[in-house]
């Protein structure tokens, strides 16, 4: 069993919010191998938010990705502001496209991250390839 079509436009909920901080920035540059002087959140933190919801969507046990078989694509963000600290942010995942190419899933995604009065900040666009079957 996988992924198919019908996963095509179902939205998951919201994710629960995350308050972004001043040290989580920091431990994020630190972990990513950067230095967080204050200011905006490096450009890729987002992820933080939007994996949260991109693991919705992997424990979903109707959906049929098994997490072992999964490789990272592509991921791409678009902003409408930068993440600051103090945002209060949540994500909600939609699936855009499935696709079968060579025996594999190709899964394309788009977490709308918005923040405490639902204005959009960021869209986190993912592509997931998932293996077929270990038969």
Same mark, same amino acid.
């Given at each position: 069993?996988?992924? +198919?079509? #019908? /996963?095509?436009?179902?939205? %998951? *909920? *919201? #994710?629960?919010?995350? @308050?972004?901080? &001043?040290?989580?920035?920091?431990?994020?540059?630190?972990? !990513?191998?950067? &230095?967080?002087?204050?200011? *905006?959140?490096?450009? !890729? %933190? *987002?992820?933080?938010?939007? %994996?949260?919801?991109?693991? +919705? /969507? =992997? $424990?979903?046990?109707?959906?049929?990705?098994? /997490?072992?078989?999964?490789?990272?694509? &592509?991921?791409? %963000? #678009?902003? !409408?502001?930068?993440?600051?600290?103090?945002? =209060? =942010?949540? $994500?909600? @995942?939609?699936? +855009?496209?499935?696709?079968?190419?060579?025996?594999?899933?190709?899964?394309? #995604?788009?977490? &709308?991250?918005? +923040?405490?009065?639902?204005?959009?900040?960021? !869209?986190?666009?993912?592509? =997931?390839?998932?293996?077929?079957?270990?038969?």
């Amino acid at each position: 069993m996988g992924a +198919d079509a #019908t /996963l095509v436009g179902r939205s %998951f *909920p *919201p #994710t629960a919010p995350y @308050l972004v901080t &001043e040290e989580r920035i920091a431990e994020f540059a630190a972990a !990513t191998g950067g &230095e967080y002087a204050g200011g *905006p959140a490096p450009v !890729t %933190f *987002p992820i933080v938010v939007a %994996f949260r919801a991109m693991q +919705d /969507l =992997l $424990a979903d046990p109707d959906v049929g990705i098994a /997490l072992h078989r999964v490789v990272h694509g &592509e991921q791409r %963000f #678009t902003y !409408t502001r930068p993440v600051v600290a103090g945002d =209060l =942010l949540s $994500a909600t @995942l939609t699936v +855009d496209s499935v696709r079968r190419i060579g025996g594999a899933e190709v899964i394309s #995604t788009r977490s &709308e991250v918005v +923040d405490a009065e639902g204005a959009h900040v960021v !869209t986190a666009k993912a592509v =997931l390839v998932h293996s077929g079957d270990e038969s």
